[in-house]
């Protein structure tokens, strides 16, 4: 088994991680539930009858299973990120893993009802989208042990609840060190960051980028756009050959399958013979940066999503189910940073990197999440 950081995450539980407030094993099956499209009456058959409440892996029956937002397991994303997770840890532990895909936000809710009527040991919710979906699934399954990536679910008193762990990471910390990135290496001084849909969390990426430019970069211009999908890759390269058109040479996606458009448009650019870069999200983007003349894909924030999924499902394997807790994931348990793949990256610009983390580890310095603590970051280099 693979345990990177599950002493790193158990210690981080042991000494005050925030409190506001189990399926038959098919060796490791890895075969994709049919779409949600039906609300949620195909229930998959192969987990009934099984004690999910008390269910603690002992006895080799267990199971996994997850539900996706629109993006899908190939979205190159936190979506397939979340899945590679599971892949890994149904492989080490021999139990069952499974997903559906989500076509349109409309099946989050009868998704996650199918797992919870299956039987299924831990579902997990992926994406904050899902926020308000979980929420009820849970209240009217408080038997079924769920989690969710990236939200912290609570209720009308702001308690968290027993059956759902909440997932969450230190995204701004990560934007932070790409934007560092990005702010030494534009030759235009002028970089740009496209979102998904706009909402507190992925404002965290966009305004720890944005700080990471400037604390290298006082004048540097920085572009921002909202596309308001995860799952729109056309408007992603319609945005970015905006941005590019205007002088933007650096473009930081926080935009999941909708993030891909921005890939396209910079190889089509480069081929040209542009010097146009993208900073990737979520996982290692390298790939998605490569055409036959080079890679656009100049680094990428990299967010653990796979071994968080991954270690919160072998602590409720063996018993350790953390509902109602929340978890974050940041540079002090390598949840976030940077791509190990940063061939296009230089060395003053890893030394920089290397530097701000030190200071962000050690209190030194915090990274602003909101706008307002964006806006009282500047106030500080004037």
């Known amino acids: 088994m693979k345990n990177k950081f599950l002493l790193l995450l158990l210690s981080l539980l042991a000494v005050g991680t925030l409190l506001v407030a189990c ?34 892996g002992e006895d080799g029956e267990f199971s996994v299973k997850m539900v996706t937002d629109t993006g899908g397991i190939d979205d190159k994303s936190f979506n397939q990120s979340a899945w590679e997770g599971l892949q890994e840890f149904g492989a080490d532990f021999d139990v069952e893993v499974d997903y559906i895909h989500s076509s349109s936000t409309s099946d989050y809710t009868p998704n996650l009802n199918r797992l919870a009527r299956s039987g299924t040991d831990l579902s997990f919710a992926i994406g904050f989208l899902m926020e308000d979906d979980v929420r009820t699934v849970a209240e009217q399954n408080p038997d079924n042990q769920f989690a969710i990536v990236d939200m912290v679910v609570v209720d009308g008193e702001g308690n968290t609840y027993p059956n759902i762990a909440n997932l969450t990471f230190a995204e701004h910390q990560g934007s932070f060190l790409v934007g560092v990135v990005a702010g030494l290496q534009t030759e235009t001084d002028h970089v740009g960051f496209i979102g998904g849909v706009e909402g507190e969390l992925i404002k965290k990426f966009e305004n720890g980028f944005k700080a990471g430019v400037k604390a290298v970069n006082p004048g540097a211009e920085i572009s921002v756009q909202y596309a308001e999908s995860f799952g729109d890759e056309s408007r992603g390269q319609q945005i970015a050959s905006n941005f590019y058109n205007n002088g933007a040479d650096i473009i930081y996606h926080a935009a999941g399958g909708t993030g891909l458009g921005v890939f396209s448009e910079a190889i089509n650019r480069a081929r040209g013979g542009e010097n ?5 999200v979520d996982r290692d983007q390298h790939e998605e940066g490569e055409y ?39 540079l002090d348990n390598q949840g976030v940073g940077i791509a190990e793949t ?34 009282a970051y500047l106030e500080t280099l004037e």
Request: overall charge negative; cysteine-free; glycine content about 12%.
């Open 23 to 56: 399926g038959e094993g098919n060796d490791g099956d890895t075969t994709p539930i049919d779409s949600g499209a039906n609300n949620g009456e195909d229930v998959n058959d192969n987990n009934e009858g099984n004690d999910v409440a008390n269910n603690d």
């Open 276 to 280: 146009v870069w993208v900073i990737g």
């Open 292 to 330: 036959d003349g080079g890679n656009v894909t100049l680094t990428s924030m990299v967010k653990r999503v796979d071994q968080a999924v991954y270690q919160v499902s072998e602590m409720t394997l063996e018993g350790n189910y953390p509902g109602g807790q929340v978890l974050e994931f940041g």
């Open 342 to 375: 940063s061939d296009n990256v230089t060395e003053d610009s890893l030394s920089a990197v290397e530097e701000w983390e030190q200071r962000i580890l050690s209190g030194e310095f915090e990274v602003p999440q909101t706008d307002d603590e964006y806006e």
